[in-house]
């Protein structure tokens, strides 16, 4: 007997288009669960997930969306101080060109690796300064004006220039400007900080806009304490609260204070600084994600003392490191706690404060001596509206640098 032809209707609605080109589940035809999947693939590194893009359209899309991106850095940045592993971003500078070398090295003694990143600041602009990172996002500008901002994740190669503010500077006076970077995780939002200073043997307070990739637009914000910035960028930035040493004058004088910038209030605080001695060095490090400072004796490079500020007792003395064999300049810190310093021949070595050694050390033939600065790096999968590709290094730019090599080993 023939089907009837309601039945053939039903057949005809159950293949409609619309059916046959849902975009299925990426997770639909694997034996594992959905989350076990989702959690596997967060952990892995930017690479590798800019490879699996191309796997299939639905793997794609979950790489691109904004829950996995902000799980994948969580576990690219929380896995580092508990493993060892704590990639820095190095900028140093031809000791001829003057051209600028930006690398990324992982100084952990287990899987230690070099890779010398494509610089996306334009070559001809020499006072380049890396401000810092904040969710893989690092900020680059041009000293001492700040006018040129870029805002750059080296492992999406991927950046966008900031558009300067409009504002004009106050007529009559010489100022500088001092850039920071902040990350609001509520608004997922990047703010530019821009401090324009108009020098230490002025009065005047310095002034402060903050540039929002949110909003896309600089705006004024209250300076309502009068500090006066003492770098030409901040000295530090953790867990996206950007920090500078700064004078703060009141009825007693000018002392040094910390400030630091609330993201989510959009105002500045202040933090005292360590009680020291005149011929002490302090220099301001991430430990933990705690704010910490290393402070030496001007006399003295071998011993360091290492203090943490915590939110309830302020200040602590939390150990001495006695470096048996000297440094010329302490670089910074990683974040679990090792030191980067130079020695008088210009090699970089990492030292562990736990167990009084040497982990590694680094050295970079044809670089220009005194010129390393680093940053504390966490890869992660975020793009900003706006960012093109960074082209790769010319070739006039590779030749400029040739010789310069970078060489890890262990001890």
């Not at 005149?278 to 910490?292: A, K, P, R």
Request: glycine letters at 6%; aromatic letters at 8%.
């Amino acid at each position: 007997m023939p089907p009837s032809k309601g039945k053939g209707k039903g057949k005809k609605k159950g293949k409609s288009k619309k059916t046959k080109n849902r975009a299925p589940d990426a997770t639909c035809n694997c034996i594992l669960l959905r989350e076990i999947i989702i959690d596997i693939l967060s952990r892995l590194p930017v690479k590798t997930l800019l490879q699996f893009r191309c796997v299939c359209k639905p793997w794609r899309k979950l790489i691109t969306k904004p829950n996995f991106i902000d799980a994948h850095f969580l576990h690219s940045s929380s896995l580092q101080p508990s493993t060892g592993s704590s990639p820095i971003l190095l900028h140093t500078r031809h000791p001829e060109s003057s051209d600028h070398l930006l690398s990324l090295i992982n100084m952990s003694p287990e899987s230690s690796s070099v890779v010398e990143l494509d610089n996306p600041f334009p070559f001809f602009l020499q006072n380049m300064v890396v401000v810092g990172s904040c969710n893989g996002i690092v900020c680059l500008c041009q000293t001492p004006l700040g006018d040129a901002i870029i805002l750059w994740n080296p492992a999406m190669r991927q950046s966008r220039n900031v558009p300067l503010s409009k504002s004009k500077p106050i007529i009559g006076t010489q100022s500088c400007v001092s850039i920071g970077l902040a990350y609001d995780s509520q608004k997922n939002d990047f703010l530019v900080l821009s401090i324009q200073s108009f020098g230490p043997e002025t009065m005047i307070a310095d002034e402060v806009e903050m540039f929002s990739t949110k909003s896309f637009s600089w705006k004024r914000v209250p300076n309502e304490m009068g500090f006066r910035v003492l770098g030409l960028s901040c000295n530090l930035i953790i867990k996206g609260v950007p920090y500078w040493t700064a004078l703060l004058s009141d009825a007693h004088g000018s002392r040094e204070v910390l400030v630091c910038f609330d993201v989510s209030k959009k105002i500045f605080d202040k933090l005292p600084m360590p009680g020291v001695r005149l011929g002490i060095q302090g220099y301001l490090v991430n430990l933990e994600d705690s704010l910490g400072i290393l402070m030496w004796d001007k006399t003295d490079k071998c011993n360091v003392d290492i203090w943490v500020m915590d939110d309830e007792d302020g200040w602590s003395k939390k150990c001495n490191v006695e470096m048996l064999f000297g440094f010329d300049r302490i670089i910074g810190c990683l974040r679990n706690g090792n030191i980067v310093a130079e020695d008088e021949n210009g090699v970089l070595f990492l030292f562990d404060p736990v167990t009084n050694s040497v982990k590694a050390k680094l050295c970079i033939d044809n670089a220009n001596s005194g010129s390393f600065m680093i940053s504390n790096y966490s890869e992660s999968l975020v793009l900003i509206e706006g960012m093109r590709p960074v082209k790769k290094q010319a070739a006039r730019d590779k030749l400029a640098r040739a010789g310069m090599n970078i060489k890890f080993t262990t001890t």
